[in-house]
């Protein structure tokens, strides 16, 4: 057994258990920051704290929700919003973390994209961060389901229904994913054990994996700056703190990552006071009926994009472009040939290639959400084909990037 002698204090007799000296050592005061970061970085703090406010939320709302059919839509819309103090409060703080998190999610991936953050030695940060968009997009959607209004019933039943696989028929699929013909009390205690339990504790684990495959390679700069960081750190160690081109985590960097976070909640606090409409579909005030299908079918905005790839194309070739959507963005640290981690600025073709697709996805979104008739629907076909497009090419304007 190890060797414990008669502790000095509190802190000592933890030290001797548990390393938490050597613990805030390699998690925060020796983790080294590169000192050439903007704001832009502080999203992944940002993400991290609306997490947290989720899983507080969620867990005042699961005091009073009911996941049954007869009762989950009289649980949400007049226990939680009418009767308990403060129940509104809760469920717009969850609703508007539910967006608002996507909208960040987007920001720290259209960041990571231009700043070649997935490079060689940063590729397991990404794929991680890939998970964390698959499991928080299965989130959200198992999430919507809960309060069985119209469109949780009926986006639960064309996004289950997307398992038949199209000419492939699988329906026996979708009937044990629904553990009935149409969504039902199996469909809804399913989601509700995938949403408050599953998909939480895999998002917790894969948050652990991501901040871990940032400890070797680090997080990138804004200048893709190359630099050895043991010899920045000896540098600071040693006191030459303004000559050392890194800082450390705690607190140096950590209350910069606290200033942002403020600035955001203020901005989160004003959505949850005077628009937090924008985070609840008004036909989800209607409880679910499977005899009256809504005229106009579709998911929320941060689906809306993929949604519309799907759309505009026939029955099988739209579910291929769908998953095409799904997966591509996993692989673009291989569809990316070029060895530059630098700003897209100063990658040429590539910069033409980030704005073209972030304008892409921009009309994606806003043609997913209007009817599929006339000139709307062409439009969404061009922008869906252009996505496909843009990923064919990839690999041929990296190919030959000049190296900087
Ligand atoms: C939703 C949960 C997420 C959390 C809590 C999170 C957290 C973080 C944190 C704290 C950092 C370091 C500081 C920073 O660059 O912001 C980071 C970096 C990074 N994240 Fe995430 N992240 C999440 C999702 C994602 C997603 C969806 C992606 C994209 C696929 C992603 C890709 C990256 C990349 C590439 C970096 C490295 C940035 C660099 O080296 O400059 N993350 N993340």
Redesign the pocket.
């Known amino acids: 057994m190890a060797h414990f002698t008669k502790a000095t204090s509190v802190h000592d007799w933890l030290n001797q258990r548990l390393a938490i000296d050597t613990l805030q050592r390699v998690l925060s005061k020796e983790y080294w920051i590169p000192k050439n970061i903007n704001f832009l970085?502080?999203?992944?703090?940002v993400?991290?704290f609306t997490?947290g406010i989720l899983l507080v939320s969620g867990i005042f709302l699961l005091m009073y929700y009911q996941p049954n059919v007869d009762t989950a839509f009289d649980s949400v819309n007049y226990t939680i919003m009418r009767e308990v103090d403060f129940g509104w409060l809760w469920r717009h703080v969850h609703a508007v973390a539910a967006s608002v998190v996507f909208l960040i999610?987007y920001i720290?991936?259209l960041t990571?994209i231009y700043?070649g953050?997935?490079k060689k030695g940063?590729e397991m940060?990404?794929i991680s961060?890939?998970l964390?968009?698959v499991a928080?997009s299965a989130e959200a959607f198992s999430g919507y389901m809960l309060p069985w209004g119209q469109m949780s019933y009926w986006a639960g039943m064309v996004i289950t229904n997307l398992f038949s696989l199209g000419s492939l028929e699988f329906n026996g699929l979708v009937e044990w994913i629904r553990g009935d013909y149409v969504p039902g009390q199996a469909f809804l205690d399913r989601f509700f054990m995938l949403h408050v339990l599953l998909i939480p504790l895999a998002i917790l684990g894969v948050?652990g994996l991501?901040?871990g495959a940032?400890r070797i390679p680090h997080?990138?700069n804004q200048d893709g700056e190359e630099f050895d960081f043991e010899e920045e750190a000896a540098k600071y160690k040693a006191g030459n703190k303004k000559e050392s081109k890194v800082i450390a985590f705690a607190n140096d960097f950590l209350s910069k990552d606290m200033f942002v976070v403020s600035i955001y909640l203020i901005f989160f606090f004003y959505l949850v006071f005077w628009h937090f409409g924008f985070a609840m579909d008004p036909i989800n005030f209607d409880p679910a009926d499977g005899l009256k299908t809504p005229p106009h079918i579709y998911p929320e905005w941060y689906f809306l994009w993929s949604y519309e790839i799907l759309r505009p194309f026939p029955k099988d070739p739209g579910l291929v472009a769908f998953g095409f959507a799904q997966v591509i963005?996993f692989l673009l640290p291989w569809f990316d040939r070029s060895p530059n981690a630098v700003p897209a600025s100063r990658r040429g073709l590539f910069f033409f290639w980030f704005w073209a697709m972030v304008i892409d996805l921009i009309v994606l979104t806003a043609m997913g959400k209007l009817p599929p008739v006339g000139v709307y629907s062409l439009i969404g076909k061009v922008a869906a084909y252009a996505f496909i497009a843009l990923w064919v090419i990839l690999p041929f304007i990296t190919r030959n990037e000049k190296r900087v």
């Open positions: 970085w502080a999203m992944g703090m993400l991290a997490f999610i720290h991936m990571g700043y953050s997935y940063r940060i990404w961060g890939m964390l968009f928080f948050i991501h901040f940032l997080v990138n963005f």
